[in-house]
DNA sequence: CTTGAACAAGACAGGTCTGTCTGTCAACAT
DNA sequence: ATGTTGACAGACAGACCTGTCTTGTTCAAG
C-alpha cells in the first residue's frame, strides 16, 4: 500500500467510516489547509457529522486531536516518499530523485508548505513534539541514503540537503514551486557533486 | 542610526512615547513572540497602557495594526542588515559575510524565525502582501550584491542563495543556530564557488 | 476662559472558542 | 426481553475575541 499526493491533501468526510476516522480526516484536511489555531473544533465536528460527545469520547482535547493528525500526517508523508522513490534502485539514484520528487509535492493542488513547518511557527516553542521529530526522521532517512551511496561524511552532506529542502518547501509556499525549483536542483548537484568528488 | 538585535527583538512599553507609538512596539514585540492570531487586541491595549478608544483611533482593525508591524518589522530588519554588513566595502565581501550576520540573529536572544514566514504561515494564502514584498525586497539586495560583484546570472545565484537562507532559518528556529550554521556556510562556498568559477 | 483634541478607564454587544452536559435512538449481546 | 454500548443532536457554561460606546481628565491653542 502506498499514498499518493491526494492521501497528503486530505479526502473527503467518508460517511461509512467510524467517528474517529471521520473526525481525523476531516482534521488531517482543514488543519493542513487553515491552519491549527484558525480551525474550531465546532467546525471539524459539523463537517465530520460527528456528535461533540463522540469527539471527545475519542480524543480528550483539541491538543490530542492536533498530535493525532501530525502523527498521521508524519506517517503519510514519509510513506508517500518512499513510495514516489521506492522504484529506485541505488542510493545515489534516490539521492538525485529527491527534488523532482519534491517539486511533484509543490505543484500538487492545495499545496501549502510543510505542515511541520507551518504548525512549529504557529505553536512556538511549545511546539508538539512531533514537529521537531519528522525533520530528525527525515534528515535521518537521508543520512541513510548518503551513507549507503558511499559518500563521505553523510551526516554533513544530509544536513546540507535538508536545510536545502525546508528552504524550497518556504519558497514554493511564498512564491510558488517554479521558484523553488531551480535552485533546488542546483544546490542539491553542487552538494552531491562535492560530496562525490572528494570520496 | 543604525539598528541592532535589541531593536528587532521589540523593546519595552517606552512610557514616554505617544499612544500610537506604545501600541505599535508592544504588538511588535508580542506579534513576534507569540504570534498573529495567539496575540489579542486586549493584551495589545492593556501592556501598552492605552485606553481601547486611543487603539482603535490609530489602528481601524487588527489587521491595520498587523500590517503597520509587517512594515516596521521590514524597515527595522533590513536596516539591520545593512547596517550589520555595511562597514564592508568590495560587494564579494559583503556576500562572504552573509552567513556570519545571519548566525548572530539565530543566536540572539528571543530569536523566533523570520515573521514573514511565520505570518505567511499562519495567514495562510491571504496572508498579507508583506510577506512576500519582504522576501523579494531581500532577493532585490542580495541579486544587487551578486551583480556588482560581477558573478554571472546575478538574479540565479541570488536565487539559490535565498533558498539556502530560507532553509537556515527555519532549521535554526526548530534545531537551533548550531544546525544552521555550518550547513548554511558550505551551500554559500559551494554557491559563491561555482559562480566565481564560471566568470 | 473656552473649546476641542487626545487620552485613560471600563462597560457593553455580539460573536466564537473549548469543553460539559442532558436526552434520544439503534444495534447488539446476554 | 433487557441491559449495554456507541453514536447523534443540541443546549449550556465560561472564557476570550474584536469592535463600539460612555464618561471623565488633561492640556494646549485660540
Redesign the pocket.
Known sequence: MTFTLDDLAGSGPLPEH???T?VLETAYRLFYRQGLR??????IIAES??????F???F????ALIDAYLDLRHARWMAWLEGRLGKLSSPRDWLAALPGALDDWFRAPGFRGCAFINGHAEAGPDAPAMTVMHKRALAARIERACAEAGLPQPGEVAADLLLAIEGAIVRAQMEGADAAQQPLRRLFARTLSDAGGKQ
Chains 1, 2 share one sequence.
Not at 49 to 54: D, I, W
Not at 60 to 63: A, G, H, L, M, T
Open positions: 467510524d467517528a474517529r471521520r484558525a480551525t474550531g473544533i465546532d467546525r457529522g460527528v456528535a461533540k460527545m463522540s471527545y469520547r475519542h480528550p482535547s483539541k491538543q
